[in-house]
């Protein structure tokens, strides 16, 4: 059997198809049908949007959000810099001891 493609849409394209339902000029199904898009999809963006709506008036909560991401972000970066080091450090070993037995 073959296997099902999932279909990736922009964050602007769900915001357009979003903003259209909650104008209520169309119903769900016809929105849906009009960009081959399933109803529960457009049910589940508009719960994702109405959701998070109060991020848009509150980016002291977005800016501190990313803030913790980034300050994460630096830590595992770090972390994983300190593992290519010791790691740098256990190869170069182990070159010389290659080279000291003449193993080849």
Do not use: C
């Given at each position: 059997?073959?296997?099902?493609?999932?279909?990736?849409?922009?964050?602007?394209?769900?915001?357009?198809?979003?903003?259209?339902?909650?104008?209520e000029?169309?119903?769900?199904?016809?929105?849906?049908?009009?960009?081959?898009?399933f109803?529960?999809?457009?049910?589940?963006?508009?719960?994702?949007?109405?959701?998070?709506?109060?991020?848009?008036?509150?980016?002291?909560?977005?800016?501190?959000?990313?803030?913790?991401?980034?300050?994460?972000?630096?830590?595992?970066?770090?972390?994983?810099y300190?593992?290519?080091?010791?790691?740098?450090?256990?190869?170069?070993?182990?070159?010389?001891?290659?080279?000291?037995?003449?193993?080849?």
């Open positions: 059997m073959g296997q099902k493609k999932v279909k990736h849409y922009s964050p602007d394209f769900k915001l357009k198809v979003v903003l259209e339902v909650l104008k000029e169309e119903t769900m199904a016809q929105i849906a049908s009009k960009y081959k898009v109803p529960k999809s457009i049910h589940n963006w508009k719960k994702q949007f109405l959701e998070n709506a109060d991020l848009a008036f509150t980016k002291e909560k977005v800016v501190k959000e990313y803030r913790s991401e980034i300050k994460d972000l630096k830590s595992e970066k770090e972390d994983l300190k593992e290519i080091g010791k790691l740098t450090a256990k190869l170069s070993w182990a070159e010389k001891k290659i080279e000291y037995f003449d193993i080849k």
